[in-house]
Protein backbone atom coordinates (compact mmCIF):
# COMPACT_ATOMS: atom_id res chain seq x y z
CA UNK A 1 0.00 0.00 0.00
CA UNK A 2 1.04 3.51 -0.31
CA UNK A 3 -0.04 6.78 1.77
CA UNK A 4 0.44 10.42 0.62
CA UNK A 5 0.42 12.68 3.52
CA UNK A 6 -0.11 16.29 2.75
CA UNK A 7 0.62 19.21 6.00
CA UNK A 8 1.00 23.19 5.72
CA UNK A 9 -2.38 24.40 5.05
CA UNK A 10 -4.09 26.80 7.35
CA UNK A 11 -5.82 30.50 7.59
CA UNK A 12 -3.64 33.05 6.53
CA UNK A 13 -4.34 36.62 5.24
CA UNK A 14 -4.40 37.81 1.56
CA UNK A 15 -0.91 38.59 0.14
CA UNK A 16 0.91 36.06 2.24
CA UNK A 17 2.33 32.48 1.81
CA UNK A 18 2.05 28.94 2.93
CA UNK A 19 3.95 25.80 1.59
CA UNK A 20 2.59 22.89 1.53
CA UNK A 21 4.60 19.14 1.69
CA UNK A 22 3.19 15.60 0.87
CA UNK A 23 5.14 12.33 1.92
CA UNK A 24 4.72 9.55 -0.05
CA UNK A 25 5.52 6.32 1.69
CA UNK A 26 4.39 2.86 1.56
CA UNK A 27 5.86 -0.29 -1.34
CA UNK A 28 7.19 2.33 -3.60
CA UNK A 29 9.41 1.48 -6.65
CA UNK A 30 9.22 4.54 -8.41
CA UNK A 31 6.74 7.36 -8.33
CA UNK A 32 6.21 9.32 -12.09
CA UNK A 33 4.26 12.88 -12.00
CA UNK A 34 3.09 14.40 -8.86
CA UNK A 35 0.33 17.19 -8.50
CA UNK A 36 -1.83 19.42 -6.75
CA UNK A 37 -5.57 19.75 -7.03
CA UNK A 38 -7.73 22.03 -5.13
CA UNK A 39 -11.20 21.76 -4.42
CA UNK A 40 -13.37 24.92 -3.36
CA UNK A 41 -16.78 24.42 -1.63
CA UNK A 42 -19.44 23.87 -4.48
CA UNK A 43 -17.06 23.62 -7.40
CA UNK A 44 -15.22 20.84 -9.31
CA UNK A 45 -11.31 19.18 -8.05
CA UNK A 46 -9.34 21.19 -10.61
CA UNK A 47 -5.50 20.82 -11.15
CA UNK A 48 -3.32 23.43 -9.71
CA UNK A 49 0.45 22.14 -10.28
CA UNK A 50 1.77 19.35 -11.67
CA UNK A 51 6.05 17.98 -12.07
CA UNK A 52 6.68 15.08 -13.81
CA UNK A 53 9.52 12.29 -12.90
CA UNK A 54 11.57 11.25 -11.64
CA UNK A 55 14.26 12.87 -13.44
CA UNK A 56 12.69 15.23 -16.00
CA UNK A 57 11.27 17.99 -13.28
CA UNK A 58 9.08 19.96 -16.07
CA UNK A 59 6.02 21.91 -14.05
CA UNK A 60 2.79 23.14 -15.61
CA UNK A 61 0.24 25.24 -13.64
CA UNK A 62 -3.09 26.53 -13.81
CA UNK A 63 -2.73 30.00 -15.30
CA UNK A 64 -4.92 31.28 -11.86
CA UNK A 65 -1.58 30.81 -10.17
CA UNK A 66 0.95 30.89 -12.70
CA UNK A 67 3.59 33.28 -11.07
CA UNK A 68 2.40 33.19 -8.09
CA UNK A 69 2.78 29.19 -7.00
CA UNK A 70 5.82 26.71 -7.39
CA UNK A 71 5.78 22.97 -7.33
CA UNK A 72 9.01 21.31 -6.50
CA UNK A 73 10.14 17.82 -5.50
CA UNK A 74 12.86 15.71 -3.53
CA UNK A 75 12.87 12.17 -5.18
CA UNK A 76 15.01 11.03 -2.11
CA UNK A 77 12.02 12.74 0.35
CA UNK A 78 9.68 11.09 -1.82
CA UNK A 79 8.18 14.51 -1.25
CA UNK A 80 6.17 17.37 -3.26
CA UNK A 81 5.62 20.84 -2.36
CA UNK A 82 3.75 24.05 -3.29
CA UNK A 83 4.63 27.14 -2.73
CA UNK A 84 2.21 29.67 -2.59
CA UNK A 85 2.87 33.16 -2.81
CA UNK A 86 0.67 36.35 -2.63
CA UNK A 87 -2.46 34.46 -1.69
CA UNK A 88 -5.36 35.57 -2.74
CA UNK A 89 -9.12 35.34 -1.19
CA UNK A 90 -10.14 32.64 -3.87
CA UNK A 91 -7.15 30.35 -3.50
CA UNK A 92 -9.23 29.16 -0.69
CA UNK A 93 -9.75 25.82 -0.80
CA UNK A 94 -8.73 22.10 0.63
CA UNK A 95 -5.50 20.97 -1.29
CA UNK A 96 -4.82 17.38 -2.51
CA UNK A 97 -1.89 15.65 -3.33
CA UNK A 98 -1.57 13.15 -6.56
CA UNK A 99 1.07 10.75 -7.20
CA UNK A 100 1.30 8.11 -10.07
CA UNK A 101 3.21 5.32 -8.33
CA UNK A 102 4.56 1.92 -9.10
CA UNK A 103 4.42 -0.27 -6.67
CA UNK A 104 6.45 -3.00 -5.19
CA UNK A 105 6.29 -6.22 -6.08
CA UNK A 106 3.69 -6.19 -8.55
CA UNK A 107 5.58 -2.94 -10.88
CA UNK A 108 1.51 -1.88 -11.73
CA UNK A 109 1.34 1.68 -11.95
CA UNK A 110 -1.47 3.39 -9.71
CA UNK A 111 -2.88 6.58 -8.59
CA UNK A 112 -2.81 7.86 -4.97
CA UNK A 113 -4.48 10.69 -3.28
CA UNK A 114 -3.61 12.64 -0.36
CA UNK A 115 -6.08 13.20 2.33
CA UNK A 116 -6.12 16.91 1.75
CA UNK A 117 -5.14 20.05 3.90
CA UNK A 118 -7.29 22.94 4.29
CA UNK A 119 -6.01 26.09 3.30
CA UNK A 120 -8.22 29.98 3.56
CA UNK A 121 -7.38 32.69 2.93
CA UNK A 122 -9.27 35.68 4.58
CA UNK A 123 -9.01 38.93 6.44
Known amino acids: QVQLVESGGGLVQPGESLRLSCVAS????????MGWYRQAPGKQRELVAI?????????GYADSVKGRFTISRDNAKGTVYLQMNSLKPEDTAVYYC???????????????WGQGTRVTVSS
Open 98 to 112: NAAVIIMPTLRKNDY
Open 51 to 59: ITGPSNRSA
Open 26 to 33: GSIFSISA
